[in-house]
């Protein structure tokens, strides 16, 4: 049986937060990719970031908890990472309190951008300024 290792990491901003989408299946090195992309996003001052998880396969705590130590440095800086995806999805990982402490978990990417803009109603949806695709087939 040989392992299915495509994905498709794209990013886009939504009301000036950069959301960050996955399908696919997430591999050791698509993690890496993604670690690498949020901790860029960092070091040029994006503290809130989106990350939607609803096409991504097999969410899960190994998932997560690779990205946990770019979170926890987002975190020093007053922001978080708004992690987007079903509530099935999340079943399992809010169990774990330390994951909840430092995700913050939401059903759409429109709740993720009212709850960070502090709005009082959700914000209407937008057209994405920017985007970037990353793809790896094999």
């Keep these: 049986m040989v392992e299915r290792t495509e994905y498709e990491i794209s990013m886009h901003m939504r009301s000036g937060i950069p959301v960050i989408e996955i399908a696919g299946n997430l591999n050791k090195a698509a993690l890496n990719l993604l670690d690498s992309m949020i901790g860029k996003l960092a070091s040029a001052g994006h503290y809130h970031i ?76 937008d057209e994405p300024a920017l985007q970037a695709r990353i793809k790896e087939l094999k």
């Design 50 to 125: 989106i990350l939607n998880l609803q096409k991504a396969l097999a969410v899960n705590t190994a998932v997560i908890s690779n990205l946990r130590r770019t979170a926890e440095s987002i975190a020093k800086h007053y922001g978080a990472i708004d992690v987007v995806g079903e509530a099935s999805q999340f079943s399992q990982l809010l169990r774990f309190k330390d994951l909840a402490r430092v995700f913050r978990f939401c059903t759409s990417e429109n709740e993720a951008v009212r709850r960070i803009k502090r709005l009082a109603r959700l914000p209407e949806p």
